[in-house]
């Protein structure tokens, strides 16, 4: 909102303060790369408790969102040593292109790797079953919406390079970054009163999922949407 009004209110009709970069857009890029860092880890950790506390793709995961956070906070410094926007170029450039590059890649991993588990998890129960496909939804449309943003920023920066095209796109992606796991924490609830009265549903975190060495005997669990679905063994 403030580019907004330093652009089309303080410079109404000046289009020359186009060609100068606004501090509360530069900041942008760290702000960013600081909230893609939360929600990446989060989803590292409910990946690492998912899989059996398996290290290598969360540890993996960690370490792109940590080069991508570094890679936000550098490209911001630089953004402001070039107050006109055109002279941003070679190293900013890249250093964008990597931001939007490492976003996308560690997206799309995030929700391959948990539709894979929350797919093993499946009890073949008719509810339970209907239940993780439910979660397997979130956790897919969670990671493409956002990887998709990101690919746009990405073609944006390589077809328009001088231009605010790309700024325009970014500017969304840490909101949706937000949204998406305020997304996870909110389906929880649903998901519990979905649930039907032969199934207990608690809705932990899921960092309190174990996966169970007997595929026949283990609870579904829910892996972005944090629900725990444990099936009851009635005597007979």
Known sequence: M???????INNFFNPLQLLRSIWSA????????????????SYAT?????????????IFITFISLGNFSLGWALMAVIFEHPIISSITGTADDMGKAVFISAAVTDIIIAGTLSYYLNQARTGIKQTDKMIDGLMMYTINNGILTSLFSIVSLILVFTFPNDLYSLAVSQVIGKLYSNSLMATF????SHTESAPPSLEVSSYALSN????SNPAMRGASAGSAGVIVHREEYAL
């Open 46 to 58: 409910r990946i690492y408790y998912v899989s059996g506390k398996k290290l290598p793709i969360p």
């Open 2 to 8: 403030h580019v907004l009004y330093v652009y089309l």
């Open 209 to 212: 999922f174990g996966a169970s």
């Open 186 to 189: 909110n389906s929880r609830k």
């Open 26 to 41: 530069n900041v942008l890029f760290a702000i960013t790369g600081s909230i893609v860092l939360i929600v990446h880890v």
